[in-house]
């Protein structure tokens, strides 16, 4: 959210500019412009409807759908703002930490370890209590027994990391028929 | 010591630098590289040096952080 919400500032900021500069132009007759020339009158007396519209609750379908709409997004803004944000490390135990970076190395060398393994990518989230989320894809060759690697590769991946002393609270396995020519490893 | 993986990790007093800790008036954070081959499972490590450091920490929050894990070189060669 902090980025998107950077975002949104920015662009708000930018408009907010940009109307400034067409105010200042339009408010002291600048080059040739003048407040006269603007379209005031239809915009106004738009509003002046929407608000009679309001009052006599007699608003359109596509108006009441479109105001639901903005109070639907606004209400999944606002609880989208008050939950906080996902850390950034795993947290091991009391006031002990690793960064998902060492996770993911681990779980990406242990599972390419593995002989039907050809490649594979890991994605590793945090928690607020200890443990790590990991979700890794495995590529291995068509026409395998993939339910047998599944549960290999589940088991070695939990052996190698609970040695470590890697706290993993969830580890989805996925994987992936490819092509052994566009895979990290061709032989293993 | 551990650099951070995002934003660098250290503390500054006056021209001097400290690589890999980071003051602040409540938290205090260290961060570690653990090198190959781990004598202790990783939270053993990292917990050993939360209890020698905590002591020192003036009552701010300890917190251990390991940034990495290298191989350690091999001298023989």
Not at chain 1, 54 to 72: F, R
Not at chain 1, 169 to 178: D, F, I, Q, T
Not at chain 2, 2 to 25: I, L, Q
């Amino acid at each position: 959210m902090r980025v998107f919400n950077r975002i949104f500032v920015v662009l708000l900021l930018a408009g907010l500019f940009v109307l400034g500069v067409y105010l200042v132009v339009y408010a002291f007759d600048l080059f040739g412009y003048s407040l006269d020339s603007l379209p005031i009158s239809d915009f106004s007396s738009g509003l002046e409807e929407f608000v009679t519209g309001v009052e006599n609750s007699n608003l359109s379908v596509i108006t009441v759908t479109i105001l639901v709409l903005l109070a639907v997004v606004g209400l999944l803004w606002f609880i989208a703002e008050l939950r906080p944000t996902a850390p950034r490390r795993v947290r091991m135990g009391n006031g002990t930490y690793v960064s998902r970076g060492v996770v993911e190395e681990e779980v990406a060398t242990v599972a390419e370890q593995v002989s039907d393994v050809l490649g594979s990518s890991v994605n590793v989230r945090a928690r607020r209590s200890p443990g790590a989320l990991v979700d890794l894809e495995a590529r291995v060759r068509r026409g395998e027994n993939l339910e047998t690697i599944k549960s290999g590769l589940q088991s070695t991946v939990r052996e190698h990391l609970s040695g470590r002393g890697l706290p993993v609270s969830k580890l989805n396995v996925r994987l992936v028929e490819a092509d052994p020519r566009q895979t990290k490893t061709r032989v293993q | 010591m551990g650099r951070g993986r995002y934003v660098e990790a250290a503390t500054y007093e006056g021209v001097e630098k400290v690589s890999g800790v980071v003051v602040t008036p409540e938290d205090l954070e260290i961060h570690i590289v653990a090198r190959y081959p781990l004598p202790r499972p990783i939270p053993e490590i990292a917990e050993s040096i939360r209890e020698r450091v905590a002591p020192e920490a003036g009552g701010r929050r300890t917190m251990v952080v390991v940034d990495d894990l290298e191989v350690a070189e091999d001298e023989s060669l």
